[in-house]
């Protein structure tokens, strides 16, 4: 069963125009919220957070939501790069229920057009 | 900054193989990881480690076992291996001892190809 959800395996955007990605969840223990980039044979790399406690983070072009009744968050890019294309994984975890290892959704693929 | 080190960047094992992916990170880490990503399945976790000589299965366990000897360092071990197991594996090391936010910091991944 799936706690953490991504149901768009894929997105097209065109340059300068805003990426919308979106991640579910279902466990309400869930506290804290990550989004990781990753390109091509490499690693995923951390891009932005979110604490339960927030609704709302900004770092630069990236911003992440989170509607913690609809268990939903999202991720915006503004404006979209090309470089911006790589897979985009959402993950959770419940850092106040203990130690344990972050869910991961299964991914969105962006591709930004130029 | 953390580096997590993957010992190969590309194997080519034959089925039947045993096969070790080694990892090392620099940043006396406590939590190391194995996952493994294939395409429409995202990351998988299949073992973890809290501390030296302490392991956990994950969510996909079955095949692979681990073995973590020094606190820097978490192998993953395939005592046979099978073609379903070609994917790309990452590793990935967190702080643990109360300063963690479930960040992971990952290694750039060892594509293994299973002929």
């Known amino acids: 069963d799936q706690q953490v959800k991504q149901n768009s395996p894929s997105l097209s955007v065109q340059e300068g125009r805003i990426s919308i990605l979106n991640c579910d969840y279902t466990n309400s223990m869930f506290d804290y919220f990550l989004w990781y980039k990753k390109y091509p044979a490499e690693g995923p790399t951390f891009l932005i957070s979110i604490s339960s406690i927030k609704d709302k983070n900004e770092d630069g072009r990236f911003t992440v939501f989170l509607n913690k009744s609809a268990k939903h968050l999202s991720l915006h890019i503004v404006p979209s790069q090309p470089g911006d294309s790589a897979v985009y994984f959402c993950?959770?975890?419940?850092?106040?229920?203990?130690?344990?290892?972050?869910?991961f959704g299964k991914g969105t693929r962006l591709s930004v057009i130029a | 900054d953390v580096k997590v080190t993957q010992s190969s960047r590309y194997l080519v094992k034959r089925t039947g193989e045993k096969v070790f992916l080694e990892c090392v990170q620099d940043m006396d880490h406590e939590n190391m990881f194995w996952y493994r990503q294939d395409p429409g399945l995202g990351l998988r976790l299949i073992y973890f480690s809290y501390d030296v000589k302490m392991k956990e299965k994950g969510d996909i366990p079955e095949g692979y076992s681990v073995s973590r000897e020094k606190k820097e360092r978490f192998s993953l071990i395939l005592e046979s291996a099978s073609t379903n197991q070609t994917s790309m594996y990452l590793c990935a090391s967190s702080p643990g001892s109360g300063l963690d936010t479930g960040e992971l910091f990952f290694g750039e991944g060892s594509r293994l190809t299973v002929l």
């Open positions: 993950a959770a975890s419940a850092i106040n229920s203990g130690n344990t290892p972050l869910v």
